[in-house]
């Protein structure tokens, strides 16, 4: 199966804003509990639960508000779109690209993720469901 073109979108409705919104607080209210066990591989758990939440959020805003979300195999390109959200859609974004600048690190990284940078990845996380929120159930 050959790779997913850039920049490809999925056509998604009200109860598909309505589960990825579900996701996103999983993710985001399990990414605070793990924040608080302390231990070093936690952050970077954590780190990784609130990355899912802003992308699940992501996807939450796009479908509720445009009627499609980003289905490519490069996160980043979700960031344009999320950006056109009117509204929250410029700072979720800001908030997306500052997630995803984890990504690597908190999944497959060998070095820890520090505890301020996983605290901050998880109030990003939190912004962006609080966010995709007001996009789903408006």
């Known amino acids: ?12 409705g009200n109860d598909d804003a309505r589960a990825r919104l579900a996701h996103a607080r999983a993710f985001a209210d399990t990414a605070e509990v793990v924040l608080d066990i302390e231990d070093d591989a936690s952050l970077n758990v954590a780190s990784s639960l609130a990355i899912l939440a802003g992308i699940a959020a992501s996807d939450a805003a796009c479908c509720a508000t445009l009627g499609k979300r980003p ?5 980043r390109d979700a ?7 009117a509204g929250r859609g410029p700072e979720m974004g ?12 908190a999944h497959y990284g060998v070095l820890y993720v520090s505890e301020t940078k996983a605290r901050q990845a998880v109030r990003w996380a ?13």
Do not use: F, Y
Request: proline letters at 4%.
């Open 79 to 85: 960031i344009t779109l999320l950006t056109s959200v």
């Open 94 to 105: 800001k908030d997306l690209a500052r997630l995803l600048d984890l990504k690597d690190n």
């Open 126 to 138: 939190r912004r962006m469901v609080t966010a995709a929120e007001a996009c789903v159930l408006r």
């Open 71 to 75: 289905r490519g195999q490069d996160h």
């Open 1 to 12: 199966m050959s790779p997913s073109p850039r920049g490809r979108v999925q056509a998604c």
